[in-house]
Structure formats: structure tokens, C-alpha cells
């Protein structure tokens, strides 16, 4: 039974719940563990290794998930894999701000402002428009449960695969509901990727609210990545904000993290994915190197769909290289 509080972060998408039930009897068929239990507030601290991998010619058997639930999705050459590599290794990360209300993020009291004011008032160069409202970055936001793994996911994508661990551009923390506000990261001043609060155990209804107005609202979102934790898979509240995304029509995508930690596999693909709305495209990773994952698969496929998000063309640098 869901408790209170959790019933209020999902008060803006009530109306979803029944529609999101029906899903549920199709992908609600996995063995889901136990929540990760705090660490009684120790922190994750990983320092950057230059060491390379060990080299796997055998990927592990999740792996070949990828091709089954991306048949829609044309498959990316090496090129194109190398050339993405290529971008998100050089590229200077710098994390630019945090909002604990839609207002506060960069340009929305500007647009409002703007919007209020219909005496036809021009801006520099002679446009109806600020110019920082014309010109700003595409942004992709990570969605989900507390948990999941966005900010590990995202030190993943900012990290030279050839590094044994990650760096730590958004601070991660094994405490589940660490994220409390929005975190935007700048990537070689191309695109952004924003962190959001996660919902479930120790989150908020101010939290909620304020992920929904983002992901709602916000012009710059050109894409959002839902997080499922492969080790707990999908629950009525993934469910839900899948259905909120396809009832606004926001383009999103799925990305399975800690697939390391998967036991059971045959079960776990039991989960019929492609009756989810809105057709998304899946993607399985794993962040962190182990034993039975001496590299971070999956992690260039992500980046590739990323690119394609924000319109960048392949061959595109960043303006804003890492030193």
C-alpha cells in the first residue's frame, strides 16, 4: 500500500493511475528486491583511474537485450559509436546550477516576464525575444525512483570509458533521495543534462511538483530518460510517469541501470517492454565496473541516443573542451 506522501508526489498525475494499472498486469512480472538500505549517510566517493579495462570479447548476457528492444532503432555504426566517444571524452563538464523551484531555473522569470508584457517592447538586436531565450542549449533530464542511479549514470556518461571509475561532476550517494533540486551540468556547451529528484522513498510532494512543471513546461527539454533499476525493476510509479509522459507527449526513452545486479535474468525478461506507450527506445547498463562487468556496457549507446536528442550531427566538437 502506497503511503501518503507518495500518493501526493504523483497529486499531478492522478488521473493516470488506473490506465497505468493495465500496463502494470503486462510488465509487473519480474522479481523485484528490496530497496537499497542507507548507508547511514557515507557518501560515494570514486576517483577517477586512468587504468584501462581489461579487454571482454564476451559481453555479458544482458547485453544482448540492447539489440532485442531497439530492433525499431537503426543500429549505430562503429563510426558513429567512435565519433560520440570521442565527443562526451573531450568535453569540459561543468555543473552551472540547481533550482528548488521551476521559477528559479535560468530563463523562466525572464519568460514570464516577457510573456506578461504585450506592449511589443524589442530587445537587443532588435527582437521581440531576450536573446537568452533564443539561444539557449538543448536540455535531457533523468527521471526516477529513488535510487535508480541518475547521478551515477550520469558521472558514467562524463567519464573516459577507458577509466576504471568514475568521476564526480553530480555528487552521488547510495542514501536513497539525496537529489532535492533540479542540477543542471553543461556538456562542451552543446547540451545539458539535468538531474531531477528522485520519487518514491524519501522524496516530496514539492519535489514532484516540481519535476512535473519542469518536465511539462520546460522549452529547452528536448528529451527525458526514464531510470529503472534493473535490480528492482518496474513499480506503479515508473508506470505512472511513463503514462504522464505519453499523455503530454514528451519524447523519452528508457534506460535499465545496474543490470550487473540482475540474478535472474530469464524472469526479468519475462517484462513484456514493448506494450509500453508511447514505443520507447530501451537501453541496458551497467555504471559501475565489476567482476562479471570488467567495462560499462551500453554507456556509448546511450550517448549516441543523447546526440541524436539535442540534433547534434555525428563529427560535431565541443566547443568547451576538458583540459
Not at 519480474?30 to 579495462?53: E, N
Not at 555504426?77 to 567512435?82: D, P, Q, Y
Not at 565519433?83 to 562526451?88: E, G, I, P, T
Not at 528508457?254 to 545486479?261: A, H, L, R, S
Request: glycine share 8%.
Amino acid at each position: 500500500m502506497m503511503s501518503l506522501w507518495t500518493k501526493r508526489w504523483f497529486s499531478t498525475t492522478s488521473s493516470l493511475t488506473n490506465r497505468a494499472a493495465d500496463i502494470g498486469k503486462i510488465v509487473l512480472n519480474t522479481k523485484v528486491q528490496q530497496p537499497f538500505k542507507s548507508d547511514g549517510g557515507r557518501k560515494q566517493r570514486q576517483v577517477a583511474k586512468t587504468k584501462k579495462p581489461a579487454r571482454d570479447s564476451n559481453p555479458p548476457a544482458w547485453y544482448t537485450l540492447n539489440q532485442k528492444y531497439s530492433s525499431l532503432f537503426s543500429e549505430p555504426s562503429a563510426t558513429e559509436i567512435n565519433s560520440v566517444n570521442h565527443f562526451f571524452n573531450s568535453s569540459d563538464v561543468r555543473y552551472e546550477w540547481s533550482a528548488a523551484h521551476f521559477i528559479d531555473v535560468p530563463g523562466e522569470r525572464l519568460k514570464e516576464k516577457v510573456s506578461n508584457e504585450s506592449n511589443g517592447k524589442k530587445f537587443q538586436g532588435k527582437t521581440y525575444v531576450p536573446f537568452e531565450l533564443v539561444n539557449g542549449l538543448p536540455e535531457v533530464a533523468f527521471l526516477g525512483k529513488s535510487n535508480a542511479g541518475k547521478s551515477t549514470l550520469l558521472n558514467s556518461l562524463t567519464t573516459d570509458l577507458k577509466q576504471t571509475s568514475l568521476g564526480e561532476y553530480a555528487r552521488a550517494s547510495k542514501r536513497a533521495g539525496f537529489t532535492k533540486t533540479l542540477n543542471s551540468f553543461n556538456i562542451g556547451n552543446k547540451f545539458r543534462i539535468v538531474d531531477t529528484p528522485g520519487y518514491g522513498y524519501n522524496s516530496s510532494a514539492e519535489q514532484g511538483n516540481l519535476t512535473m512543471e519542469y518536465v511539462s513546461q520546460r522549452q529547452q527539454l528536448a528529451r527525458c530518460f526514464l531510470l529503472i533499476s534493473g535490480e528492482q525493476g518496474f513499480n506503479d510509479m515508473d508506470l505512472q510517469i511513463v503514462e504522464f509522459l505519453s499523455s503530454i507527449g514528451k519524447p523519452f526513452e528508457i534506460v535499465f541501470t545496474k543490470m550487473d545486479k540482475v540474478k535472474d535474468l530469464k524472469g526479468f525478461q519475462n517484462m513484456n517492454l514493448h506494450e509500453l506507450p508511447g514505443l520507447p527506445g530501451i537501453i541496458f547498463t551497467n555504471s559501475l565496473i565489476s567482476k562479471t562487468c570488467p567495462k560499462r556496457y551500453g554507456v556509448d549507446l546511450l550517448r549516441r541516443l543523447i546526440f541524436q536528442s539535442c540534433g547534434l550531427q555525428i563529427g560535431t566538437k565541443p566547443s568547451r573542451q576538458r583540459k
